[in-house]
């Protein structure tokens, strides 16, 4: 009997990955990662040079990413079809051998694999490695501390309604905001709204060769990919200076 491993690759940069993670990585005889169809994918790229000569790979390429509204019927139904697919063929590769699945970030943090974690529990023994979120990366980047004293760290996704996005923002201390790209309009409109444009920052590919720091207020609309995030610091208690 086998196992399903997620491993979580962290921020981006191999060298913030967990020491289990890329233990396990690099004696894998069989990987699985997510990737948009016609792409590399993010967590490949991430492990190139750490694999083993003869490793056998499953790229799990999604039907969809945004080319339908993610709160669609047919978003919903292709999605849910692909999560069962992968769910079935890793349960059954993990019956003669360990198979090792890829997950940007953490795995529990917003990560795709939480969907087949749900489908595998009872069909499979499942093994979580944790990881440093991507969030946690990009913040250390900007080489200022993120929350102070009792801030409330808040983290959000662009693609809520406008108005709860406003609305979650009003009440925030330190900001995170997720899944960017098309919705960086209504995410600008709202920090407008709340009077928090000129303290925002955009992170592109946080801690990777490719890395991109900007003021979001220096930032086109349409200058933005999807996985980028917007940071807010939040400005909280702190101990007095010393006179």
Known sequence: MGKVICAGLGPGDPDLMSVKSDRVI????????????GRAGQARSIVN?????????????YP??????????EYRRLMVDFYADWADRLADLARDDDIVVLCEGD????????HLHTRLQGRAEVDVLPAIPGMVGCWNVLDTPFTWGDDVLTVLMGTLPEAELTDHMRRADALVVMKTGRNLPAVRRA?????RLQDAWLVEKGTMPAQRVAKLSEVGDADCPYFAIVLVHGQGRRPEAAL
């Open 49 to 61: 040079g750490m694999l083993r000569d003869d490793v056998t790979e499953y790229a799990m390429e």
């Open 26 to 37: 690099r004696a894998a005889r069989r990987i699985a990662y997510f990737r948009k169809k």
């Open 107 to 114: 795995p529990f943090f917003y990560g795709s694999f939480m």
């Open 64 to 73: 969809v990413t945004t080319e339908l509204h993610f709160e669609s019927e």
């Open 191 to 195: 920090l407008v709204a709340t009077g």
